[in-house]
């Protein structure tokens, strides 16, 4: 586990990373839900870029021992308050995501906060769990990094 997980406010500088973080067959078939073509590196900025623009939405830079490791954002989605995140796949398994969805959360002050995750997305499911999140519902949609549905998971946090 690395000791030294913190977060600062996503910029534009910390895009190109996160494009090379995400191009990761494995990470892409684990997260489910992704981009159509994960790398057309255009379509990668103006979504990020109108991200960066959002006010509404609170993103963050996951470092890990001052390197990039990913990143978090808290946004709504289907009409609920709601977190994602994604680390590139070597700050996998090292409690990187745990530490920093939690340092995330004591920084928002809504409740309940949701997240989505792909059924068999066993990392992340742990993560949530040990975050306080607890399943409140099922759903389906369509994963383009599979090429068919995937039945998700709708995790809650109310505390």
Excluded at 84 to 100: D, E, H, R, S
Excluded at 105 to 130: C, E, F, Q, T
Aim: net charge negative; with cysteine.
């Amino acid at each position: 586990m690395l000791e030294n997980v913190r977060l600062r406010p996503t910029t534009a500088e910390d895009l190109p990373i996160l494009f090379e973080q995400q191009l990761d067959p494995e990470a892409n078939h684990m997260a489910a839900f992704t981009a159509k073509d994960p790398s057309d590196r255009q379509a990668f900025t103006a979504h990020w870029n109108k991200i960066l623009a959002d006010d509404s939405i609170e993103k963050m830079t996951v470092l890990a021992d001052g390197q990039i490791a990913g990143y978090i954002v808290f946004f709504e989605q289907f009409g609920s308050p709601s977190v994602g995140y994604w680390l590139g796949k070597p700050f996998w398994g090292k409690g990187i995501a745990t530490q920093a969805l939690t340092a995330f959360l004591a920084l928002l002050p809504v409740r309940p906060v949701y997240a989505r995750v792909a059924k068999d997305n066993v990392g992340s499911i742990r993560v949530l769990h040990k975050c306080g999140f607890r399943q409140a519902g099922e759903d389906a949609g369509f994963s383009n990094a599979r090429g068919c549905d995937v039945e998700e998971l709708i995790m809650v946090r109310e505390g």
